[in-house]
T-cell receptor, first 109, second 118 residues
Framework: GIQVEQSPPDLILQEGANSTLRCNFS?????LQWFHQNPWGQLINLFY???GTKQNGRLSATTVATERYSLLYISSSQTTDSGVYFC???????????FGKGTMLLVSP | GAGVSQSPRYKVAKRGQDVALRCDPI?????LFWYQQALGQGPEFLTY????????KSGLPSDRFFAERPEGSVSTLKIQRTQQEDSAVYLC????????????????FGPGTRLTVT
């Protein structure tokens, strides 16, 4: 099956700093989503981005499908950005998602 | 409701008991997925429904796991004779489903059911 690697595994930032999270995948995809899992375990949709670039406030994402990677940018980080960020991809007809191991982000005040 | 809901949110079962976990998908969503998330890991796929049809159950870890969606909306994941290794968070997700819009495939997750088997 498709492999998903996320880096870095852990990241500690001061409030206000910028960061880039990376997701590499091993095959072509028809679905790619970024999620933020908050401390209560809820997976919050950030981006649906199988290709191209999107922005939503302080967050933006870029997927280069031909090179099999996606990047999530967080600017001016806030303590509420803390949590685990997951990249999930699919190359199946049913679009079942394969998740990476996540990046644990801690933003300190 | 506005999002995917799951119940119960927490379940403690003694080893050997049967449990049933419920998922209410977003209204009108054709596709429904169950995932299992162990502590410190990403969610892993269990099974997929398109309306009432279970089209993929390749991720179910054993024949003690059974899922159904009889009327194409609410789904139930049942685990028989629970074992300690079944302890995990069980997540349900739904999406619009197959269609011409690319965004039909975007999955939305419920809050999960945390199962602890003692």
């Amino acid at each position: 099956g498709i492999q998903v690697e996320q880096s870095p595994p852990d990241l500690i930032l001061q409030e206000g700093a910028n960061s880039t999270l990376r997701c590499n995948f091993s095959d072509s995809v028809n679905n790619l989503q970024w999620f933020h899992q908050n401390p209560w375990g809820q997976l919050i949709n950030l981006f649906y981005i199988p290709s191209g670039t999107k922005q939503n406030g302080r967050l933006s994402a870029t997927t280069v499908a031909t090179e099999r990677y996606s990047l999530l940018y967080i600017s001016s980080s806030q303590t509420t950005d803390s949590g685990v960020y997951f990249c999930a991809v699919s190359n199946s007809g049913y679009s079942t998602l394969t998740f990476g191991k996540g990046t644990m982000l801690l933003v300190s005040p | 409701g506005a999002g995917v809901s799951q119940s119960p949110r927490y379940k403690v079962a003694k080893r050997g008991q049967d449990v049933a976990l419920r998922c209410d998908p977003i209204s009108g969503h054709v596709s429904l997925f169950w995932y299992q998330q162990a502590l410190g890991q990403g969610p892993e796929f269990l099974t997929y429904f398109q309306n009432e049809a279970q089209l993929d159950k390749s991720g179910l870890p054993s024949d003690r796991f059974f899922a159904e969606r009889p009327e194409g909306s609410v789904s139930t994941l049942k685990i028989q004779r629970t074992q300690q290794e079944d302890s995990a968070v069980y997540l349900c997700a739904s999406s619009l489903g197959p269609g011409t819009k690319k965004s039909s495939y975007e999955q939305y997750f419920g809050p999960g059911t945390r199962l602890t088997v003692t």
